[in-house]
């Protein structure tokens, strides 16, 4: 069946510090890819998306490159802010009527330190 | 534009009681998601609706348990009766197939609970 894998957290950095979260899959078709984020005592929020190979998502100075080659979809930015403490999801979706689940990944916390 | 609204937004209650959770997803989405989120679990999901109908509800934890969308602007969730294993936070999302992405846009959530 279709799964994410996650870097396993919680990763601390201090500000200004280059992140990078893992994000590899598994999927019978060809999957769009996504990274949510939860900030504390909220819902997630769709941060960014890609939804063929090679494509890159970008938002908030992140960045995703969907890697068919890697199965992969690793989270970057190039310098963190203490605002973007939150948990971090990866999730997948095989784009076909009648099937609109997302596979999400297990999560990953993010805590910032100025 | 008014994104995925829940309510009530939190939610305590006496095991043995009936729960009613309330979700109005974004006008113009086909399809609505319950999750629910706990520290043990992380994030499940319940049950999923595609033009007010349910296909998938393998992740009802039992049947105490059941969902509803009468139209495209309501669902609800009940749990009828509580226990204090049923407490989490529960999240209603929403989308729409037409982009061939299917994001999810989620609510703020209620946070049950089960005392």
């Known amino acids: 069946g279709d799964s994410v894998t996650q870097m396993e957290g919680p990763v601390t950095l201090s500000e200004e510090a280059f992140l990078t979260i893992n994000c590899t899959y598994t999927?019978?078709?060809?999957?769009?890819l996504f990274w949510y984020v939860q900030y504390p005592g909220e819902g997630l929020q769709l941060l960014l998306k890609a939804t063929k190979a090679d494509d890159k998502g970008s938002n908030k100075g992140f960045e995703a490159t969907y890697r068919k080659e890697t199965t992969s979809f690793h989270l970057e930015k190039g310098s963190v802010q203490v605002s973007d403490s939150a948990v971090y999801f990866c999730?997948?979706?095989?784009?076909?009527?009648?099937?609109?689940?997302?596979?999400f990944g297990t999560g990953t916390r993010l805590t910032i330190i100025p | 534009d008014a994104g995925v609204i829940q309510s009530p937004r939190h939610e305590v209650t006496e095991m043995g009681q009936e729960v009613t959770l309330r979700c109005k997803p974004i006008s113009g989405h086909n399809s609505l998601f319950w999750y629910r989120q706990t520290m043990m679990r992380g994030l499940e999901l319940l049950i999923y609706f595609n033009n007010n109908v349910p296909i998938d509800d393998s992740g009802m934890p039992e049947d105490r348990f059941s969902a509803k969308m009468p139209n495209a602007s309501f669902s609800t969730l009940k749990i009828q009766p509580s226990e204090p294993r049923d407490s989490a936070v529960y999240f209603c999302a929403s989308s729409w197939g037409g982009t061939g992405a299917y994001e999810q846009y989620f609510g703020p959530g209620t946070r049950l609970t089960v005392t």
């Open positions: 999927a019978t078709g060809y999957p769009s």
């Open positions: 999730a997948l979706s095989i784009p076909h009527f009648g099937n609109e689940k997302l596979t």
